[in-house]
């Protein structure tokens, strides 16, 4: 079975690791090895349970156990989440030095991995250096060390490294506080309360369990193309109130985006509320995901919108499993 090569998968049990997983795994040529803390978590056991991945435990604060995690991989695909040290009430800069210092180990254990051919990283455009002075969005600035690290401090690493721009999820909408709208009482309407304007644009990743895999797939099958370069996990950008229209076409509810300030947002929902006002300024104040001379297209990457599953095709599949009823 030499033919066959191993990805490790971090992040299985969420949101893009599950969608790495749930694509690669029925990919001819790869065996997916998921990395998680709690092998014995429900979510751990149902990634094990059809047989085809193979589940091991590593902490992005442990250095060693990743470089276990990753023993005889030829690809690794990395993603860190800001956000649960933020729920865990660190500072969004804490978070963010914490964020940089797992995206570190996870960047040297791959280093450290001989059998290694391709790295992808999920990363964020940052606003503190696109807009030096002016704005910060740490969730998105911390990753990008992440990039420049890499690049200044493990060359070698840097040379088969992809850098994956994940868009906006549809599945906020269902999943994330912030972002659901809910039921006004008195006239029956839905609300999203949202720190932008309305018509502000922004890049969508569409179906998180499908979307990342297509991406990752195709990277890896690019192969030395696709290193050095960064690719934006999307087809589509969408301003919030055409996701609104979208979603109450879909929902047979009506819904309307209330702009509030970022002030009002933060008293509702305290930092991570600051957090996302800054990323929406960020999108307001310029294009974070314009495409640069070092991306990498999704037409190079072989990818077309036959397989990718867009806002309308998420909010619809989460529709019908009654997640806005
Ligand atoms: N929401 C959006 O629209 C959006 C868009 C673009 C980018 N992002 C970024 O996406 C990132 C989060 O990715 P996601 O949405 O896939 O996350 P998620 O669904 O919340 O899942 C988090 C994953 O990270 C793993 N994890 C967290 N800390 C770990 C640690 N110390 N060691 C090992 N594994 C750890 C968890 O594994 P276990 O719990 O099983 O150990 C879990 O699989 C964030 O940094 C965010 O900024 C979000």
């Given at each position: 079975?030499?033919d066959?090569k191993i990805?490790?998968?971090?992040?299985?049990t969420?949101?893009?690791g599950?969608?790495?997983?749930n694509?690669?795994?029925?990919?001819?040529?790869?065996r997916?090895?998921a990395?998680?803390?709690?092998p014995?978590?429900?979510?751990?056991?149902?990634?094990?349970?059809?047989?085809?991945?193979?589940?091991?435990?590593?902490?992005?604060?442990d250095?060693?156990?990743?470089?276990?995690a990753f023993?005889?991989?030829?690809a690794?695909?990395a993603?860190?989440?800001?956000?649960e040290?933020?729920?865990?009430g660190?500072s969004?800069w804490?978070?963010?030095?914490?964020e940089?210092?797992?995206?570190m180990?996870?960047?040297?254990?791959?280093?450290?991995t001989?059998?290694?051919?391709h790295?992808?990283?999920?990363?964020?455009?940052s606003a503190?250096?696109r807009?030096p002075?002016?704005?910060?969005?740490p969730?998105?600035?911390y990753?990008?060390?992440?990039?420049?690290r890499?690049?200044?401090e493990l060359p070698?690493?840097?040379?088969?490294?992809?850098y994956?721009?994940f868009?906006?999820y549809?599945?906020?909408?269902a999943?994330?506080?912030?972002?659901?709208?809910f039921?006004?009482?008195?006239?029956?309407?839905?609300?999203?309360?949202?720190?932008?304007?309305?018509?502000?644009?922004?890049?969508l990743?569409?179906?998180?369990s499908?979307?990342?895999?297509?991406?990752v797939?195709q990277?890896l099958?690019?192969?030395?193309?696709?290193?050095?370069?960064?690719?934006?996990?999307?087809?589509e950008?969408?301003s919030?109130?055409?996701?609104?229209d979208?979603?109450s076409?879909?929902?047979?509810?009506?819904?309307?985006?209330?702009q509030?300030?970022?002030?009002?947002?933060t008293?509702l929902?305290?930092?991570?509320?600051?957090?996302?006002?800054w990323?929406?300024?960020?999108?307001?104040?310029?294009?974070?995901w314009?495409?640069?001379?070092d991306f990498i297209?999704p037409?190079e990457?072989?990818i077309?919108?036959?397989?990718?599953?867009?806002?309308?095709?998420?909010?619809?599949?989460?529709?019908?499993?009654?997640?806005?009823?």
């Open positions: 079975m030499s066959v990805i490790a998968v971090t992040g299985a969420g949101a893009q599950g969608g790495v997983v694509m690669l795994k029925k990919t001819a040529g790869w997916v090895r990395i998680t803390r709690k014995e978590s429900e979510a751990a056991k149902k990634l094990a349970a059809d047989g085809l991945v193979e589940v091991v435990r590593a902490d992005f604060d250095e060693e156990s990743l470089v276990r023993e005889g991989a030829a690794v695909f993603v860190t989440n800001w956000w040290a933020l729920f865990s660190k969004q804490e978070a963010g030095e914490i940089e210092r797992h995206g180990n996870l960047a040297r254990a791959a280093a450290r001989p059998t290694l051919e790295y992808l990283w999920s990363t964020q455009p503190k250096r807009l002075g002016r704005l910060e969005t969730h998105m600035d990753k990008a060390n992440v990039d420049d890499i690049k200044a070698d690493l840097a040379r088969k490294t992809t994956l721009y868009g906006y549809p599945q906020n909408m999943y994330f506080p912030l972002l659901k709208p039921q006004l009482p008195g006239n029956g309407q839905y609300v999203q309360l949202l720190a932008t304007d309305p018509e502000a644009k922004i890049l990743a569409g179906d998180m499908i979307n990342p895999g297509i991406w797939r990277a099958a690019t192969g030395a193309p696709a290193f050095g370069r960064y690719a934006n996990v999307a087809l950008r969408w919030f109130r055409q996701m609104m979208k979603w076409e879909i929902t047979g509810k009506r819904g309307v985006v209330v509030v300030t970022e002030e009002a947002w008293r929902w305290g930092p991570a509320g600051t957090e996302l006002a990323q929406f300024k960020f999108g307001e104040l310029c294009d974070p314009a495409v640069r001379d297209s037409e990457l072989g077309g919108p036959d397989e990718v599953v867009g806002f309308e095709g998420t909010i619809k599949g989460l529709a019908s499993l009654g997640l806005f009823d």
